[in-house]
């Protein structure tokens, strides 16, 4: 069965301490997978899409890396306005399916 | 930046009722989604649509849930007659192509009592 497995649940970071985001997945066929942000009350925010392994995509302190196992949402120096819940998703066919996300608290 | 807007942003309805969540895609995009997010837990997919027909659905998607795109601008989701579980985040997204991250909407919260 497709799988898509985030780790950990939560995380608690201080401002400026760097850290890692795990998503790993079990599916045939990918088609790519997804980094989404995604604050309370609120729709999912696109961040980045890898396609194949080795990839890396960068936007500000994040950055998404690919493994043919598990991807990797490294956050380096974090500020507060960071503190969301990241999610992952893994396309099969044309749609989404999404992990159960991390939710990220960036104390000042 | 062009987004995705939906109404209302919360409904409550008695269970039995019929609702209708209503979604304006980003206006070049072609394909159309609906996903749901139960309190606390993951965002599900529901159903895609392009070219005026239903692409996929998952098993969530009975035969209690339609989509439509009566004109060039929205795209709804009906729920015939609700049950207390509807009870969600109902997002609707977008996408230029099939293959690119999809740009989601703010959501409607429905509640059903």
């Known amino acids: 069965e497709d799988q898509v497995t985030q780790s950990p649940e939560a995380l608690r970071l201080q401002e400026g301490e760097s850290s890692s985001l795990n998503c790993s997945y079990t599916v045939s066929g990918l088609r790519g997978l997804f980094w989404y942000r995604q604050d309370p009350g609120k729709g999912p925010e696109f961040l980045f899409t890898?396609?194949?392994a080795g990839e890396e995509k960068e936007k500000e302190r994040l950055k998404a890396t690919l493994t043919k196992k598990e991807s990797f949402l490294h956050i380096t120096a974090p500020k507060p306005e960071d503190s969301a819940t990241y999610l992952c998703a893994v396309r099969i066919l044309s749609n989404l399916f999404f992990g159960t996300g991390t939710r990220l608290t960036v104390i000042p | 930046e062009p987004e995705v807007t939906q109404t209302p942003s919360h409904q409550v309805t008695q269970m039995g009722q019929e609702v209708i969540l209503r979604c304006v895609p980003i206006s070049n995009h072609l394909y159309f989604y609906w996903y749901r997010q139960i309190l606390g837990q993951k965002v599900e997919f529901l159903v895609s649509?392009?070219?005026?027909?239903?692409?996929?659905k998952s098993e969530i998607f009975d035969d209690q849930f339609s989509v439509e795109r009566p004109d060039g601008s929205n795209f709804t989701l009906k729920i015939r007659s609700t049950k207390l579980e509807d009870s969600a985040m109902y997002f609707c997204?977008?996408?230029?192509?099939?293959?690119?991250?999809?740009?989601f909407g703010s959501g409607t919260r429905l509640t059903v009592v």
């Open positions: 649509f392009y070219n005026n027909e239903i692409s996929e």
């Open positions: 997204a977008s996408s230029v192509d099939r293959w690119e991250g999809y740009t």
């Open positions: 890898l396609y194949s």
